[in-house]
T-cell receptor
Framework: NAGVTQTPKFQVLKTGQSMTLQCAQDMNHEYMSWYRQDPGMGLRLIHYSVGAGITDQGEVPNGYNVSRSTTEDFPLRLLSAAPSQTSVYFC??????????FGSGTQLSVL | GQQVMQIPQYQHVQEGEDFTTYCNSSTTLSNIQWYKQRPGGHPVFLIQLVKSGEVKKQKRLTFQFGEAKKNSSLHITATQTTDVGTYFCAGYSGQAGTALIFGKGTTLSVSS
């Protein structure tokens, strides 16, 4: 039982490049979400999904796209990376109102 | 939208001293959760409080949920170096299944 798996762990992009952060969970959780963590800003919600085919915006959605075609996977897409998107990204999942399980994070640098 | 505020942002204590972090919400919360993130790690769930006025203990950690369900606190008695990290509160109002909003966290450092 791997829990929540994020790839890659580290990534360096140039401004304007696109990429997808992968997130997969094997706990059959309906709810999945993406957060970004910046110094002094805590964890800010980017997008979330309450089930396959359903996504919604969080606090800081601009510049990011998501889709949820399966229960297991919830990828986060950066269409045109900007230096302001340099951050640590966490994917998390849960079942109902219970605790969140976090992945180990992706450290992204945009030059 | 809902905001969850935490104070202090940083706290440094000597080993053996007590520590408290406070969490306040702009709206009534259906429940509140607490997480701990060790340096370089990911947030890990500590506890969930649901009832008004609820108090729960985990060894040296005491968690409280306010009577109005708009504030909460985490108190650590006799801190140890293993308590180092950032403590987050998180909550959401309304129905289950909506977004969980985190406070900015309190970073605790402990010197021996």
């Amino acid at each position: 039982n791997a829990g929540v798996t994020q790839t890659p762990k580290f990534q360096v992009l140039k401004t304007g490049q696109s990429m997808t952060l992968q997130c997969a969970q094997d706990m059959n959780h309906e709810y999945m979400s993406w957060y970004r963590q910046d110094p002094g800003m805590g964890l800010r919600l980017i997008h979330y999904s309450v089930g396959a085919g359903i996504t919604d915006q969080g606090e800081v959605p601009n510049g990011y796209n998501v889709s949820r075609s399966t229960t297991e996977d919830f990828p986060l897409r950066l269409l045109s990376a900007a230096p302001s998107q340099t951050s640590v990204y966490f994917c998390a999942s849960r079942q109902g109102p219970e605790k969140l399980f976090f992945g180990s994070g992706t450290q992204l640098s945009v030059l | 939208g809902q905001q969850v505020m935490q104070i202090p942002q940083y706290q440094h204590v000597q080993e053996g001293e007590d520590f408290t972090t406070y969490c306040n919400s702009s709206t009534t919360l259906s429940n509140i959760q607490w997480y701990k993130q060790r340096p370089g790690g990911h947030p890990v769930f500590l506890i969930q409080l649901v009832k008004s006025g609820e108090v729960k203990k985990q060894k040296r950690l005491t968690f409280q949920f306010g009577e109005a369900k708009k504030n909460s606190s985490l108190h650590i008695t006799a801190t140890q170096t293993t308590d180092v990290g950032t403590y987050f509160c998180a909550g959401y109002s309304g129905q289950a299944g909506t977004a969980l909003i985190f406070g900015k966290g309190t970073t605790l450092s402990v010197s021996s």
